[in-house]
């Protein structure tokens, strides 16, 4: 009898942490970094709205090795202009100082830097709550996704003095 109850109580337990667990099955957007005028730098990220968070997931490449580089969506889905400055500023649908992701007040579009590794590659993966795939004030889709040459100083306002853009990618659904 034991065995059953010990059992029963593991399977109980299985399906509360399933039912606490956001689903990565909600709407989801990605955005096609492409160079900007004279740079390489290119990459891939998803957007996956998993109740109210965002999963965040991809790759960019063509960085500087070892080095950290500001990134951030902006509030413009538009890269015409080649050098990426027709994405516009930072996307900050809640007029927030620019800021540290993760720390107290900042943008929506204020991201976690990249890092590059020794082959100029950053692995990006992390989760959201200022931000929206699809629906209301806060909705990504549509708007801009900036890799910048220089690491974000979270202090300069309204941008992180993050220098020139090297890559840039209009948010679709997907």
Known sequence: ????????????LALAACAS???????????????????????????????????????????????????????????????????????NPGGQQHGHFGHGAHHSGDLPSLRADANGVAVVKFESRTFSVGSGAADIVGRGLIVHRDPDDYTTQPTGNSGPRLACAVITRG
């Open 1 to 12: 009898m034991n065995a059953r109850l010990t059992l029963v109580c593991a399977a109980a």
């Open 21 to 91: 667990t956001p689903s990565a099955s909600g709407p989801a957007a990605v955005a096609k970094l492409e160079s900007t005028r004279g740079n390489s730098t290119t990459g891939t990220l998803r957007f996956v709205q998993a109740g109210d968070v965002v999963l965040v997931s991809g790759e960019v490449r063509g960085l500087k090795p070892g080095a950290e580089h500001g990134f951030h969506i902006h509030e413009k889905g538009d890269c015409s202009s080649g050098d990426g400055m027709s994405a516009g500023g930072h996307f």
